[in-house]
């Protein structure tokens, strides 16, 4: 298996525009997290879904971020408007619920809203 | 609410030098799960070990051991004879049925 997949991995966009973070999880996976990292905050929890359902989005900062799972295959996190704040790196981590296994993380893509 | 602390910033050694990782978690779950992540500079996330509530047995691999004690909530993370290649920023993580949260991370510097 490719691992989690996300996509672009870097990022750069103009504040104001929207921006749109792609992720494939591990085929198989029925849960499906993204986390924002950040120097100040460390690794925080967005949102989760558990199968294709999101379970916990209190980690959402706000109403310009927004996340999708339409199938176990694909899922994005939105940011519109963005803003110089929302620079960060994004993960998108998987795993089978259900049994003690560890969730496996994608490569990041690192977001710069200049 | 689930918590996790790793009250080490950073933590500076010199190679060959043993060195502990703490990690402090609050939940009120009776099931769950504790991670220890490795993060290099390169900057993928690597697991490293998991422990459910359930099996308090300590674990060695290799210079890598891990001890968890409940009546404490702990899950402290020791690294033996400490090498230049296990600089990294680690991740202590707790886990519940579907959440997974983590504490704010420990740099540690190893130097030559």
């Known amino acids: 298996d490719a691992g989690v997949i996300q996509s672009p991995r870097h990022e750069v966009t103009e504040m104001g525009q929207e921006v749109t973070l792609r992720c494939k999880p591990i085929?198989?996976?029925?849960?499906l997290f993204w986390y924002r990292q950040t120097m100040m905050r460390g690794l925080e929890l967005l949102i989760y879904?558990?199968?294709?359902?999101?379970?916990?989005d209190s980690g959402m900062p706000e109403d310009r971020f927004s996340a999708k799972m339409p199938n176990a295959s694909f899922s994005t996190l939105k940011i519109q408007p963005s803003e110089p704040r929302d620079s960060a790196v994004y993960f998108c981590a998987s795993t089978w619920t259900g049994t003690n296994t560890e969730a496996f993380f994608g490569q990041g893509t690192r977001l710069t809203v200049v | 609410a689930q918590k996790v602390t790793q009250a080490q910033t950073e933590i500076s050694v010199v190679e060959k030098e043993d060195v502990t990782l703490d990690c402090v978690y609050e939940?009120?779950?009776?099931?769950?799960?504790l991670f220890w992540y490795k993060q290099p500079p390169s900057g993928e996330l690597v697991f490293l070990i998991r422990?459910?509530?359930?099996?308090?047995q300590n674990e060695i691999s290799g210079r890598y051991s891990w001890n968890f004690q409940k009546s404490t909530s702990s899950f402290n993370f020791t690294i033996t004879a400490s090498q230049v290649v296990d600089s990294a920023v680690y991740f202590c993580a707790l886990g519940g049925y579907n959440k997974l949260i983590f504490g704010a991370g420990t740099r540690l510097a190893v130097h030559p």
């Open positions: 939940t009120r779950d009776t099931t769950y799960y």
């Open positions: 879904f558990n199968n294709n359902v999101p379970i916990d």
């Open positions: 085929s198989g996976h029925n849960s």
């Open positions: 422990r459910n509530s359930f099996d308090e």
